[in-house]
């Protein structure tokens, strides 16, 4: 199965794409503090201040717990694919940082996903 974890701003509106969309606005923002303002979720600076809260990690082994469980739901019924989104105010921040976490974790387990960052430029 191919997974695709994808981050977004939902000022910009929701992701249609997606199977499942995970709201991050609840967690602690980037945004506001001023040396991490104009980073994004791929700089460890702003993943490690988004997951310092407790209740922000558990909110994503939650998410990654429910998601292996849908995951092998899906497979035994022969789905190829699973698009699972992110979003947070303006998508730079929170989402990405989520997005990078579970598609790592899926990586880690041995699952075939990609990250994409809507709402974010990334430069070669």
Known sequence: MK????SFGFKNGADAQSDFIFDVRCLPNPYYIENLKNMTGLDKPV?????GEEKSCQYLEKIIEMLLMVISIKESANVDKLTVSFGCTGGHHRSVTFAVMVCKALCKKGYDAVCFHRDIEIED
């Open 3 to 6: 997974i695709e974890c994808r």
């Open 47 to 51: 993943r490690d201040y988004v997951l």
